[in-house]
């Protein structure tokens, strides 16, 4: 239906992505009326993207720990109302072939269209419009002195109006796919803070001397374990033509801020200095590039020696070293201090760090603590999740939290 002038209903909701959908489907199985206005040409582009196409859509391990955000402790009810089990429930009911990739980490079997279809499908059911390609031209509260304001949205389909509003216009990353800062220009209006915000779950760049030295080997992957200010993450690293990137790297990198002190275990689950005194009583007379090219790149460690160990030892025998030189050379493998100039930024991160501050709404409704009858929801909020399907746990359970309380 296209809204007129005028046009009424219970409950809009701006931006038709995970939060928007699960708020909306939720809301509308209670019988209101609701509207989902989203300005790109379809909805859920996010999750049609996500995973790899397969959209990691939860994780089964989804603790609060597992989030970034000013308040940890605001993610907290949303989360334990809404679970992961339930939205595997509705993955199930619906028939969608799932599996676990690693760390409690859910992908479809086939396609993330499934889950769009799941959402979109679910709306249908529970009466809910949902208006596409549909910008908004102007948002406009009429504070009655009622406990309800009343919310106009002039729309380039017409002017809408409803007592309660939903903010859940994602964050910046992908502006391609039509991320905005509309979200946060609305809250600022409304009188809500909006922490600074930056690019999370982003490859890191290297520059100058870093670059150079690392280039070339453009493609390496290697197992290892990052560490920055106190959080740590052990997963693949891959070396990119700009810098690095890979599960290890995108965790840390929501991290980790200009400037500060990156450290790679190359040899994650070992103790560095065990493993070079095993290797030299075992195999005394091969060359230390022989010894780690077996247990990182070879291309890998080459480089590494000729760069980064001290004395360029490559072609040492391992009996030449002595204990202070093993120490040295353990310090290196496992605190290897890469120097990152910083982030591939919005272009590719998957999600924006900050954003709406917390303080300003109830964690249990996510309604507003300024106007009665606004709500923000998702990624829009100073809520961050890590890699692995924990962005989208909150989508569903800030969304499922908003659908019930609107
Ligand atoms: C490449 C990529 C892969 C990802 N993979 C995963 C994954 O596998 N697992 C996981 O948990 N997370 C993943 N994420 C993160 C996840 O997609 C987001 O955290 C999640 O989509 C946030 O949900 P949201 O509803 O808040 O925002 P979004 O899903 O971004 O939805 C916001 C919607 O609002 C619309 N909108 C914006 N401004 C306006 C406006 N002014 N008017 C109307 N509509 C507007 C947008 O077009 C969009 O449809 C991935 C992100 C990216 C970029």
Redesign the pocket.
């Known amino acids: 239906m296209t809204p007129t002038a005028g046009n009424t209903c219970d409950v809009i909701i701006?931006?038709?992505?995970?939060?928007?959908l699960m708020c909306a489907l939720t809301a509308g199985r209670r019988g209101l009326r609701v509207r989902v206005?989203?300005?790109?040409n379809r909805?859920?582009?996010?999750?049609l993207?996500?995973?790899g196409g397969r959209?990691?859509?939860?994780n089964t391990g989804t603790s609060p720990a597992n989030f970034l955000s000013a308040n940890p402790h605001f993610c907290k009810s949303a989360l334990a109302r809404y679970t992961p089990w339930h939205f595997i429930d509705m993955v199930e009911r619906h028939r969608i072939a799932y599996h676990e990739k690693e760390l409690g980490q859910l992908f479809c079997d086939v396609s993330s269209k499934l889950i769009v279809k799941m959402l979109v499908d679910e709306c249908t059911d529970a009466d809910v419009h949902i208006e596409t390609s549909?910008?908004?031209e102007q948002v406009h509260h009429d504070d009655d002195g009622s406990s309800h304001g009343n919310f106009r949205l002039k729309t380039t389909r017409g002017t809408l109006r409803a007592p309660k509003l939903v903010v859940?216009?994602?964050?910046l990353?992908?502006p391609s796919?039509?991320?905005?800062g509309?979200?946060y220009d609305l809250a600022r209006r409304f009188g809500h803070d909006v922490l600074p915000t930056r690019a999370g779950l982003v490859p890191l760049t290297l520059s100058g001397k870093h670059q150079e030295r690392m280039a070339d080997l453009s493609g390496v992957s290697l197992p290892v374990t990052a560490s920055c200010n106190g959080q740590s993450f052990s997963n693949a690293m891959l070396v990119t033509h700009r810098g690095i990137s890979g599960p290890a790297i995108l965790q840390i990198s929501s991290y980790w801020q200009p400037g500060d002190d990156l450290r790679l275990d190359l040899l994650p689950g070992e103790d560095a200095l065990e493993w070079l005194q095993h290797q030299q009583a075992e195999r005394p007379a091969a060359e230390l590039k022989t010894v780690l090219g077996e247990v990182l790149p070879k291309r890998f460690a080459q480089r590494l020696c000729e760069v980064w160990l001290p004395g360029n030892p490559a072609h040492r025998p391992m009996r030449q070293f002595n204990l202070p030189q093993l120490r040295e050379l353990a310090q290196v493998i496992e605190s290897w201090p890469l120097v990152a100039s910083g982030t591939e930024g919005y272009r590719t991160?998957?999600?924006t760090l900050g954003g709406v501050d917390t303080n300003g709404l109830s964690s249990s409704t996510m309604e507003s603590r300024h106007v009665p009858g606004l709500y923000f929801?998702?990624?829009?909020v100073d809520v961050t999740?890590w890699l692995?399907?924990?962005?989208?746990?909150?989508?569903w359970a800030s969304?499922h939290a908003a659908g019930l309380a609107v």
């Open positions: 701006i931006g038709g992505g995970a939060a928007g206005v989203e300005h790109a909805v859920g582009k996010k999750i993207m996500s995973g959209c990691n859509f939860t549909c910008s908004i859940a216009s994602g964050g990353s992908i796919m039509g991320a905005t509309f979200g991160a998957e999600v929801i998702g990624e829009v999740g692995g399907g924990y962005n989208f746990q909150w989508a969304g």
